[in-house]
């Protein structure tokens, strides 16, 4: 069996995604057994084809769909052609800067109930940045991070560069290292959540079957953030539809309509300053995420 699996997604990102498997290929040494596989998410046909023809003297998987199945569905697909004992779920903006797996896997192998690790993030000036996450509970919520921190006693978040290795609520979804098992165990990403906020459900998840995450800072990444994802108003719709949909899944009732009040009252507020915001207000008054998801609006690509 292959050490690592190492799943990235491809969407009208060609030369990026061209640049991450080169990173990875430099800084993994051979005593380390793994398989790239990449998924082109119904990109643009011209990024598709510079695609192929970028990674044609590469030995890897190349997976194409001809409808974009979002984040999670992405994955999924590639999961299907994985046969690592780890998981590598890897954003195609990512940059490897030394030998990750070296770190990672004899950590993972020593700890039997950690489920998910990431390593330290580094932005595109070697700056350490946010490197994981708080559950998004009442408290971040209405009071914000600080609130969670001092009433828990959970690692302070900060651009900082952490010199132990610790537990978190939640890793990053730009790097996640799973124990394949474990992984099945929660059987693998949510295909309801389009895009956003995958890493929350899987982490919920973990941690209700007794597993956990863990940020290991011995070893880094850069993360080009934002470089995959251009910004509009529908994807930050969509960034508020799945956390959303992820603290209804994840909380309990009573719990959830407290926190979905909050989201409503903050929209109706915001609608009265720029109408298009009343969209997201009914949204949530209404309850269906998933069903206003953008998930939707993708149209089957016919190769003609």
């Given amino acids: ?73 992405g994955n999924m697909l590639g999961v299907q052609q994985a046969t690592g004992k780890y998981l590598a779920f890897i954003n195609s903006d990512v940059l490897f800067i030394e030998n990750c797996f070296s770190n990672l896997i004899p950590f993972m192998e020593e700890n039997p109930t950690v489920g998910v690790v990431s390593p330290q993030i580094l932005d595109k000036e070697l700056n350490p940045t946010y490197s994981f996450d708080h559950f998004h509970g009442i408290r971040k919520l209405l009071f914000g991070t600080k609130m969670v921190e001092i009433t828990s006693k959970v690692a302070l978040r900060k651009k900082m560069k952490y010199n132990s290795i610790f537990q978190v609520d939640l890793i990053l979804g730009s790097f996640m290292f799973f124990k394949a098992e474990a992984f099945s165990l929660i059987r693998g990403f949510d295909t309801n959540i389009f895009f956003y906020y995958e890493e929350m459900d899987l982490c919920y998840r973990l941690k209700k079957i007794g597993y956990s995450s863990y940020l290991n800072p011995t070893t880094s990444y850069v993360h080009l953030e ?79």
């Fill in 1 to 73: 069996m292959l050490e690592v699996s190492i799943i990235t997604i491809n969407y009208n990102n060609s030369q990026l995604t061209k640049d991450f498997v080169d990173s990875v290929i430099q800084h993994t040494p051979p005593t380390i057994s793994y398989e790239i596989i990449i998924v082109d998410n119904c990109s643009e046909i011209d990024d598709f084809k510079n695609l192929k023809r970028l990674l044609l003297p590469y030995d890897l998987k190349l997976i194409e769909s001809n409808i974009n199945l979002g984040f999670g569905g």
């Fill in 226 to 304: 934002g470089a995959s994802t251009k910004q509009n108003y529908k994807i930050k719709k969509e960034r508020n539809l799945s956390r959303l949909y992820t603290l209804r899944k994840n909380h309990n009732y009573l719990k959830y309509n407290i926190i979905r009040f909050y989201f409503a009252t903050k929209w109706f507020f915001k609608a009265l300053f720029k109408f298009r915001h009343f969209e997201l207000f009914i949204v949530i008054i209404k309850g269906s995420y998933s069903g206003s998801s953008l998930k939707h609006d993708q149209k089957i690509r016919i190769i003609k």
